[in-house]
């Protein structure tokens, strides 16, 4: 299997592990305060990583990042944006309505990407894309008991578009504003440490203004083992992850791929003793197909070829 392919199927499947166990968190975390203490923590883990491996390097010294003052801030922003953004647009949104929404990331990664970088839509990304959105509706529908009354606007819709626009981007200049030879390790450390002060002065902001309270810090050992295990695989790992696989095999794939991770959050929701309905199983099977559609239709003139 294409190393692009593990790599995003990693990033997403702990993700997806993200999603039952952040709301386990959020009873015991200000999930604002808690975000920015999660990417602390997962800087620290990045940072001992990349010691270890130069220490077994026999040449240590890595090469120059390449990165401006203001293409780091425009980039570690961007990354910061979507953490605040994303956490707000759930907290002023019905979950189906954010559900529907979030379900939407390939069509805005593509006009994403055409927009800022003037790229087409690889072939068979719209059939895949078809499906993904196609399975998520049922997933969707089955989470809503066949209801429709979660879908209404309450003022937070707007914000998880941006926020997910905001990952795009962080997404795009990851692979450009580096110098050439930097590992997928260093971008994301260097892209997330640079994170902190803006979701500092973002949680004080928000604290200042009633938005959010105040940090809860007396907590029991269950959730700072949760938010450890967060902030190691769904934070820091999944990054390098998703780093890879966007330079391996690209964005849209990636946005593809993002539609898996509500499917892994289901599945996994189900060790909290939350069980999945028989149209969201259904839902995650096409949304899964979706995907394997597309990576079938990159290998096709390949094999044709062969």
Not at 111 to 127: D, I, P
Not at 262 to 288: C, H, K, N, W
């Amino acid at each position: 299997m294409n190393q692009g392919v593990l790599c995003y199927l990693f990033a997403c499947f702990f993700w997806g592990a993200n999603l039952p166990l952040t709301a386990v968190l959020f009873t015991a975390f200000d999930p604002f305060f808690m975000s920015l203490i999660r990417v602390a923590i997962a800087c620290l883990v990045l940072g001992l990583i990349l010691q270890w491996q130069r220490s077994r390097e026999r040449d240590p010294d890595p090469p120059a990042l390449g990165l401006t003052l203001a293409r780091h801030a425009l980039m570690s922003g961007l990354m910061a944006a979507f953490f605040v953004l994303y956490n707000l647009g759930l907290k002023f949104t019905h979950p189906i309505t954010a559900a529907a929404i979030i379900a939407g990331v390939p069509v805005y990664a593509a006009l994403t990407m055409r927009v800022s970088t003037g790229a087409r839509l690889e072939k068979g990304f719209a059939g895949a894309a078809a499906l993904t959105l196609l399975g998520a509706g049922i997933a969707i529908h089955g989470r809503a008991g066949g209801s429709v009354a979660g879908l209404r606007l309450q003022g937070g819709e707007l914000l998880l578009v941006l926020a997910l626009v905001c990952w795009t981007l962080y997404s795009i200049f990851a692979q450009r504003f580096f110098a050439t030879g930097v590992s997928q390790l260093r971008r994301t450390l260097a892209a997330t440490a640079g994170t902190l002060p803006w979701m500092l002065v973002a949680w004080l902001l928000m604290w200042s203004t009633g938005l959010t309270g105040p940090p809860l810090l007396v907590v029991d050992g269950y959730s700072v083992l949760w938010l450890v295990v967060t902030a190691v695989f769904s934070t820091a790992l999944s990054g390098v992850a998703w780093n890879i696989g966007v330079n391996r095999i690209g964005l849209a794939a990636g946005s593809l791929w993002q539609n898996t991770v509500p499917v892994f959050g289901v599945l996994l929701s189900m060790l909290f003793d939350i069980y999945p309905t028989r149209e969201q199983l259904l839902g995650g099977a096409i949304v899964m197909s979706g995907v394997l559609y597309l990576q079938w239709h990159k290998r096709k003139p390949a094999v044709a070829a062969g």
